[in-house]
């Protein structure tokens, strides 16, 4: 696919150019609910979706298939999964070891219960405020660390403060 005009760049044009109130005029909460600030309280996406994730909707919904999932297609995920995460990360692991959640709260839910002891949780923000609750919930003390602002080609990024997460006054595993 050509990355400078392909559907993907068409779509990421698109949304460089939205403005806020573009973005109130589509009506979800995150815009609408606090009329006179910027959404930062909810993970809605305001960006372009994947062409390939739009392909697959429409598949999905041109066939009518709308219900639960099977377990050949949450193979096929786990299965695609291990092999994004082997070429990404050089990480090693049997699909038989991914499993499939509904959503990213039950996800950190299941991490904190099964796969972390009772400590701290470093948490770079700004993040999804109910991350913070889930986490209070679970007993856990909260070490903030704030992303650090910067610029790619012009445009604003925020990064991991990798410095801070290595200091003893954010001595934790990152969540």
Request: proline share 8%.
């Amino acid at each position: 696919m050509d990355t400078d005009t392909g559907p993907f760049a068409r779509s990421f044009a698109a949304t460089e150019a939205l403005t806020v109130d573009d973005l109130r005029a589509r009506g979800c909460s995150k815009w609408t609910t606090f009329p006179d600030c910027i959404g930062t309280f909810v993970a809605e996406s305001d960006f372009g979706t994947a062409p390939a994730v739009l392909d697959a909707v429409r598949s999905r919904v041109d066939n009518l298939d709308l219900g639960y999932t099977t377990v050949a297609r949450n193979l096929d995920l786990a299965e695609s999964t291990t092999r994004f995460l082997t070429d990404r990360y050089g990480w090693e692991l049997d699909p038989a070891q991914v499993g499939v959640l509904p959503e990213v709260l039950s996800s950190l839910e299941v991490t904190l219960e099964h796969f972390s002891r009772p400590a701290p949780v470093i948490v770079p923000t700004p993040t999804y405020m109910p991350f913070f609750h889930l986490l209070r919930d679970h007993g856990r003390e909260i070490i903030e660390v704030p992303m650090l602002p910067g610029t790619v080609d012009e445009r604003s990024t925020w990064t991991l403060d990798h410095g801070r997460i290595g200091t003893p006054s954010a001595t934790a595993r990152p969540c």
